[in-house]
C-alpha cells in the first residue's frame, strides 16, 4: 500500500491536466477539420479546408512575420537587459534589496493593466515617451498608431512585463558562481566586461536555456493583453500576432474551425522551436 500512495497523490494533478490541457487540446485539434455555423448547432467535416483556407491567406503570412519580430526581439531584449541588470542587483550597495523587491513588481501585474500604464506612456497627447521626443527630438511620434512604432510600443511593454522573473533568476545564479573563479581572473588581469561575458554568462548559461523557452511561450501564448488593449493589432495589422489572429477569427468572426486550426498551427511551431533549441543549444550549456 505504500508504494501505491504516491499515485494516489498523482491522481488530483493528473484529473487537472487531462481535464483543462489534454482534453482542450485534443477537441481544438478534433475541431480544426470541421466547420461550424455560428451559433454552433451544426458542424460539417471539411478534412485540412481550414489549413489550406489559412496559408492560402497572404495576410497571414504577414502575422507569422509579426510574431517571430515581436517573440525573438522581445526575448532578446529581456535576456539582455535582466542579465545586465542583474549585475547592479548582487553588488552590496545600500538599498539594494528594497531594489530587488521593488523591480519585481511589474510580474505581480496582469498584462492587461501593464498595457494599459504602457498605452497611457505613449498616448500622443499626454504620454511621457512622446512629450520626451517631443522635446529632445522635435518629433511628433504616433507610437500606437503608426508603423513601425505601434511595434516597438508593445516589445517595450512586454519587455517591462518579463524582465523581473529573468532577474530573480541571473540573481540567484550570479550569486551563486563560486568566489574563487572570480578571484582567479582577476589574479590573470581579467577586466569586468571580460568577467562578465567570458566568466558568468557561461556559467549562467543553464538559466539562460531555461528562460529561453519560458520567455517565448510567454511572447507567443500570453501577449493578447498587451496587444488587444495596446494597438488591437494594429496599425493595418502590424501588430497582430498568431495569438491575436486566432482571437479574431474565433471569437470577433466566430470561425472555430479556422481558430482550432491556427492553434495547432501555433502548437506545431512551438514544438519545433524548442526541439531545435535543445538540439543546437543544449550542447553549448555549460553545466557545473
Known sequence: MRKLTPYFLLIPT???IILFIYTPAFNSFKMSFFQETYFGDKKVFVGFDNYIDLFSDNEYYNVLKNTFIYSFVS????????????????????GTKVVRTLIFSPYAV???????????????????????????????????????YSMIAIIAATVWKMLPFDLIFYIAALQNIPDSILESSLMDGANGWIRMWRI????VTPITFY??????????????????IMTRGG??????????????DGFAFQDNGLASAQSVVMFGIMSIITYLYFKFVEGKVHYQ
Do not use: C, E
Open 235 to 248: 496599425p493595418l495589422n502590424s501588430t497582430t500576432n498568431m495569438i491575436y489572429r486566432l482571437y479574431l
Open 110 to 148: 496582469s498584462p492587461a493593466i501593464s498595457a494599459t500604464l504602457w498605452a497611457m506612456l505613449f498616448t500622443p497627447t499626454a504620454g511621457l515617451f512622446s512629450y520626451l521626443f517631443q522635446i529632445t527630438f522635435n518629433l511628433d511620434v504616433k507610437w500606437l498608431t503608426t508603423k513601425p
Open 14 to 16: 493528473f484529473v487537472i
Open 75 to 94: 526575448v532578446g531584449l529581456t535576456i539582455f537587459l535582466s542579465f545586465l541588470i542583474s549585475q547592479l542587483l548582487i553588488l552590496d550597495l545600500p
Open 211 to 228: 528562460l529561453f523557452i519560458m520567455n517565448f511561450t510567454t511572447t507567443m501564448f500570453s501577449s493578447f493583453g498587451i496587444i488587444d
Open 200 to 203: 558568468k554568462f557561461p556559467l
